[in-house]
Structures are given as structure tokens and as C-alpha cells.
């Protein structure tokens, strides 16, 4: 993607969540479920939502010379996304309230806990850094995504699709020392869908992504 689609990406990402979507009444939503299977929005008023875009993450390897040179292997994988942003930047009125998505599911069966991840991202200069991937990640998707899960509740909605909810307090919590980084690009993440997936991992995964914007940034 273009630097200036990316970046009209953001500007409307923004824009959606300019409407008052803090405290949103989870029990007054009446959001369109999203149109495909296996797509999730999220719910910027009781009665609208966008679209979270797919982003190519790639999965990459780095190694710890020294230690090998010991004999001691020592590599560390890591799933890394262009831009310190998700297209799908939200205002910082996100962090007044619980945040809601919509995810479609061919069904509504199964525990959302069973189906998707949510999992913050680090950011490093222009890239949004995944650090949860076990070294012998490759091997099963199921144990690749595994550090600092983000926790959130969720409910049938409509006629197959789940309403998932992102407490307040996760929304606020700090889960690195990033701090200097949160203050510029406010806070990223990845939401994977799991499923009954267990085939090995490529060297690129396709994540559904979007942040909130620092709270001091306007």
C-alpha cells in the first residue's frame, strides 16, 4: 500500500471515531454485522462501525551471535507490520469507555475465546512490533501467539456474529515500558483469529489491526 493511502487510511480511521463512542451501551447496539465471514469492525456509535483492515505482517528471525558462537542457540522471532500505525487509528475518546467489536462468524457456536487473540503490538520506530513468537513458532499457528493477551468479554450477536468487548482497564493498562513510543503513536494492536487452526505458520501472516491514538495528542 502507497505511503498516502496509508495515510488517508488513518485520517479516516480518526475521523470514524470522532463520533462520542466512549461509553457506549453495549445493550443499545444495532450495528450491521459485517458482510463476510471471518470480518470484524469496530462499533464507533450504538449505531455505526468500520471495517478493521487486514495488514501483511512478516514474520522474521533475529539471533544472538555471541551465544552461538558458544554453541548455544539462541533465536527470537518476532511478526512485524510497516508504519507505527494501523489504518484504523482511533480518537483517544476510546480510552473513556469499553470498546466493541463485531466479529462475523459463520456461526455463533463456538466460545469467541476458542476463535480470536487480541495482542498488543511495541512500536519501534516506523514499524509495530509482535515479540510473542515462541522459536519454534513454525511448527503450530496455536502456540505462536501466546504473550500478554488482551482480555475481553463476549456475547452472541445477530444472526452469526459475536460482540466482543475490551474492558476500560485494558485499554489503559501498560504492558511495556514504552512509554516515549505510546506519547507519539498512541497504543497498537493485532486481533488474530485462531479458529481450529493448526497448520504451520508462512513467513507472512495476515492480521486484522487498529490502535487508539495517545491520550494528550490533541
Known amino acids: ?3 498516502k493511502h496509508v495515510l488517508l487510511a488513518i485520517i479516516l480511521g480518526f475521523v470514524a471515531m470522532n ?23 469496530v462499533v464507533t456509535s ?33 511478526l512485524e507490520f510497516e508504519g507505527a500505525m494501523s489504518p484504523v487509528t482511533l480518537s483517544r475518546v476510546a480510552y473513556n469507555g469499553d ?36 522459536s519454534n513458532s513454525f511448527t503450530s499457528t496455536s502456540e505462536a501467539f501466546t504473550q500478554n493477551s488482551v482480555k ?15 474492558p476500560r482497564s485494558e485499554l489503559l493498562l501498560f504492558r511495556d515500558k514504552n512509554e516515549k513510543e505510546f506519547r507519539k503513536f498512541g497504543k497498537q494492536y493485532l486481533v488474530r483469529i485462531v479458529g481450529s487452526n493448526t497448520e504451520q505458520m ?17
Request: hydrophobic letters at 40%; glycine letters at 6%; charged letters at 25%.
Open 99 to 134: 470498546l466493541h467489536f463485531i466479529l462475523s462468524w459463520k456461526d455463533n457456536d463456538l466460545n469467541p475465546k476458542r476463535i480470536i487473540q487480541i495482542l498488543p503490538l511495541e512500536i519501534k520506530k516506523n514499524r509495530r512490533i509482535y515479540n510473542g513468537l515462541k
Open 46 to 78: 450504538e449505531n455505526s462501525s468500520v471495517l478493521l483492515p487486514l495488514e501483511h505482517g512478516k514474520v522474521k528471525t533475529s539471533s544472538n551471535i555471541g551465544l552461538a558462537m558458544l554453541g548455544i542457540e539462541k533465536t527470537s522471532m518476532y
Open 1 to 3: 500500500m502507497k505511503l
Open 152 to 166: 475481553f468479554t463476549a456475547k452472541r450477536y445477530g444472526e452469526h456474529s459475536y460482540l466482543i468487548t475490551i
Open 202 to 218: 508462512s513467513d507472512t501472516e495476515d492480521l486484522f489491526t487498529f490502535g487508539i491514538e495517545p491520550i494528550g495528542s490533541r
Open 19 to 41: 463520533v462520542e463512542a466512549a461509553k457506549i451501551d453495549a445493550d443499545s447496539i444495532v450495528v450491521t454485522e459485517p458482510e463476510f465471514d471471518q470480518e470484524i469492525s
